[in-house]
């Protein structure tokens, strides 16, 4: 059936056009008998209100956009379906693009995004974004940008981050705790502040024991890059006696390298990660692992965007708490 126009609801009920929109719309000077007649008759007849005239007269839609480095990765997947989740409650869509780490893409879904009139952005930033003009955009466009995991290390910028530094605290305190002597850090990439966070905590906690284990560093990216860096240390004359990954694929990599060499977990090599939860529990003995969960990070930044919304005060920096989860595997 094709869909009918609020002139036809208007003939049908014998009232103006802009009593039926209004009704339509809630608004308090409309009777709630009408707007009860208005409402059922809609149904009856199909009734859609057109989006695209909604969108230009408002220059909003009840689309959100979401940006993610990439989605074949568990931690943005539970973010993204605990944001879709929260929005198809509040009677919004979700639009989800992909930079993958490129900045000329970044900017060309940051064009869609502003040309779609999206309510609102989600953005974790890719590796080679440094000039934040294509999000000040959005800001200009009064488009609010709530971002997560990956944030801008500049101020006056809304974000809700994982506790990357107590994360990595968390960890290697129990590597302490468990008197390790060699430790292998493997982190991101090096230009993140995520990784920069991550890093930092980890060293100055290890660096604060007397006497210290020895530590060396290293910064792969994705499976590949990690199996070959854990393979090559453990390979090693001066291997380490416990390994620790800043995120769940540099895991994978980690452990692809162990089973390789059929090394015994925690035995002949120890094994800490921060993680999202799904993978330490795919290995045995399971992985202890600090956790940062993708779901309450997108429940808690789709709350930040509510606020935005609304024009409710909430803070610039919103953080989840850690928590660790003890495994088998240190």
Known sequence: MQQSTLKKLSEVLGISISTVSRALKNHPDISEHTKTRVRELATAMEYEPNSYAVQLRTRQSNVMGILVPSINNFFYDSFIAAVEEEARQQGYSVLIMQSRDQLEIENANLHLFRKNMVSGVFASVSIETEDMAAFHRLRDMKIPVIFFDRVP????????????????????????????????GLFGHPHLSITKMRAASFRETLEQNVPAPELSIDYPEGIEKSREVALAALKGEDKPDVIFCMGDLILVGTMHAIHELQLDVPGDISVISISNGLFPTMYHPKITYVETNGAKLGKLAFSRMMSALRKEPFPEVSFLEAELMEGGSI
Do not use: M, N, S, T
């Not at 990595?168 to 302490?176: F, M």
């Open 153 to 184: 290390e500049l101020p006056d910028y809304f974000k809700v981050c994982l506790p990357d530094a107590r994360a990595a605290r968390l960890a290697a305190e129990v590597i302490l705790q468990k008197k390790k002597k060699k430790v292998l």
